[in-house]
């Protein structure tokens, strides 16, 4: 059975920081790619940021870029999220997702997501 489960968000001021885990089981990546995306309320569900499993090179929106830096750990089948200077409007829930094929920056390139974490950045 394919879990990816999501791990850290809060409460953070404008300024501050976060670490987003994301821990994968049941599946054995070689190609493909993990994502986060994010949905605020109101609004549609956004691409955030992807890792290539293999190589690891990686893509940022460019809302993010720069202040966010997405990373993995193969031995631990974990990606994170780590997110520098965070402005109120990055509130939303963050959502992990894996392909096993693709490396896409659209929601519907991935397969399997996990239940979301919450972040809220206070002004």
């Known amino acids: 059975q394919v879990q990816l489960v999501e791990s850290g968000g809060g409460l953070v001021q404008a300024g501050g920081s976060l670490r987003l885990s994301c821990a994968a089981s049941g599946l054995t990546f070689s190609t493909g790619a993990m994502a986060w995306f994010r949905q605020a309320p109101g609004k549609e569900r956004e691409f955030v940021a992807r890792?290539?499993?293999?190589?690891?090179?990686?893509y940022y929106a460019d809302s993010v870029k720069g202040r966010f830096t997405i990373s993995r750990d193969g031995a631990k089948n974990t990606v994170y999220l780590q997110m520098n200077s965070l402005k109120p409007e990055d509130t939303a829930v963050y959502y992990c997702a894996a392909s096993l094929y693709y490396s896409s920056i659209s929601a519907s390139g991935y397969d399997y997501w996990g239940q979301g974490t919450q972040v809220i950045v206070s002004s």
């Open positions: 890792i290539r499993w293999s190589g690891g090179s990686t």
